[in-house]
């Protein structure tokens, strides 16, 4: 996937730092501990290839209460709703494990992320100079059809 990823993508996604894509990272993005974290990816089939072109990311606290949001899709498959999918798919799992909050920070200069945390009912606040911290209430709630 991270041949189709821009330096703007993975500026947004890891907040400045593009990591070195090598084993250990790989290794932290792909063996979860599965008590607390889940990882949602979306493959498509190209020319008989599979290839992974976006994936959500939510990890829980150590008490299941509350749980970071993270999102990346690659940047051909970018503005066509698949955000806004695996967004609501992983909102549900969230609410189905009892997570009372599911929480974000993004970057000002991320509109497109914005835009998708304000559809789905986030609640966005100023955190700085050039980041907002994000937060939607699970518990009781109906998510957005948005």
């Known amino acids: 996937m991270f ?9 947004y996604r890891f ?17 979860n501990d599965y008590d607390r974290e889940i990882a949602i990816i979306v493959e498509i089939e190209e020319k008989g290839e599979k290839l992974m072109v976006g994936v959500v990311r939510i990890i829980a606290d150590a008490w299941g209460e509350n749980a970071e949001y993270a999102i990346l899709i690659a940047d051909p498959w970018q503005k066509q709703g698949l955000g806004s999918i695996l967004t609501d798919f992983i909102l549900e799992i969230a609410r189905d494990k009892g997570i009372h909050k599911m929480y974000a920070s993004v970057l000002a200069t991320n509109k497109g992320m914005i835009r ?7 609640t966005i606040k100023r955190d700085g ?4 911290y994000v937060e939607l209430d699970l518990v009781g709630k109906l998510l957005p059809n948005a």
């Open 15 to 31: 907040f400045g730092y593009v990591p070195q894509v090598n084993h250990e990272f790989l290794a932290r993005y792909t063996q």
């Open 116 to 122: 998708l945390f304000e559809k789905k009912g986030f």
């Open 3 to 11: 041949q189709y990823l821009s330096k703007e993508s993975l500026y």
């Open 129 to 132: 100079f050039d980041m907002f």
